[in-house]
């Protein structure tokens, strides 16, 4: 079946402005995840999200971000003011039901801040 | 902080077995160890995962260290396709607790040869 799909693969943006960054979980997939990589580094968990609700957000790095996920299947990362030090592959992740279950990745936004 | 340590590079001849050692010495009984690899440019790729007795799939083999302190992912034969950088991590299993939080440390980037 289909997997986990990310829009867009590419973003370039300016500094300052506003982003969006969408993930379309497999089908049935009730737990939601994004992770963020930086160059040379393993992805860094972001946020949780079980259902419409955000189970775990501690992993955002301030409130320039926000993760939505309205009605339980596709969740949008938002990005306001961005800087330069947000540029990375932005990762979403799905699994089966349980925060326990495998978790399968989808292929990544890669967002660059100029 | 991860909790395995990996090689941080290794070479193996196409055809050859790949294997890849990872070390997670503070394990819990509780907890599984989970195989992701990531080909350059894509989101990570489940592999495979165990808890204490040996798996096979078609992708590969996890040998699990009796007392649980190690284990050896095996590509039986590596083609160069499964040149990624390939990460080892333990998980709890148990619903509850912050187990979603996949954490990746920087893994092995295997190279495979012609």
């Known amino acids: 079946g289909a997997g986990v799909s990310q829009t867009p693969s590419n973003k370039v943006t300016e500094k300052g402005k506003y982003v969006e960054l969408r993930c379309d979980p497999i089908?049935?997939?009730?737990?939601l995840y994004w992770y963020r990589q930086s160059l040379g580094q393993g992805p860094e968990f972001l946020i949780y999200f079980q259902g419409t609700g955000a189970a775990d957000d501690s992993g955002l790095p301030n409130d320039r971000f926000f993760a939505v996920r309205p009605e339980g299947s596709v969740s949008t990362l938002k990005i306001q003011r961005t800087e330069r030090g947000d540029s990375a592959v932005y990762l979403c992740?799905?699994?089966?039901?349980?925060?326990?279950?495998?978790?399968?990745f989808g292929p990544g936004t890669r967002l660059t801040v100029l | 902080d991860a909790k395995t340590t990996q090689p941080p590079s290794m070479d193996c001849a196409e055809g050859r077995a790949a294997n890849l050692p990872c070390n997670h010495s503070?394990?819990?009984?509780?907890?599984?160890v989970y195989w992701y690899r990531q080909i350059h440019s894509q989101g990570p790729q489940y592999i495979i995962h165990?808890?204490?007795n040996n798996e096979t799939n078609e992708m590969a083999s996890l040998i699990i260290t009796e007392d649980r302190k190690s284990s050896t992912l095996i590509l039986p034969h590596a083609t160069l396709r499964d040149t990624a950088v390939y990460y080892c991590?333990?998980?709890?299993?148990?619903?509850?607790?912050?187990?979603?939080?996949?954490?990746f440390g920087k893994g092995t980037l295997l190279t495979v040869n012609p």
């Open positions: 992740a799905s699994s089966l039901r349980r925060e326990a279950d495998t978790q399968y």
């Open positions: 991590i333990v998980r709890d299993r148990i619903s509850g607790g912050s187990n979603y939080k996949l954490t």
């Open positions: 089908s049935g997939h009730t737990a």
């Open positions: 503070t394990i819990s009984g509780n907890e599984y």
């Open positions: 165990g808890l204490k």
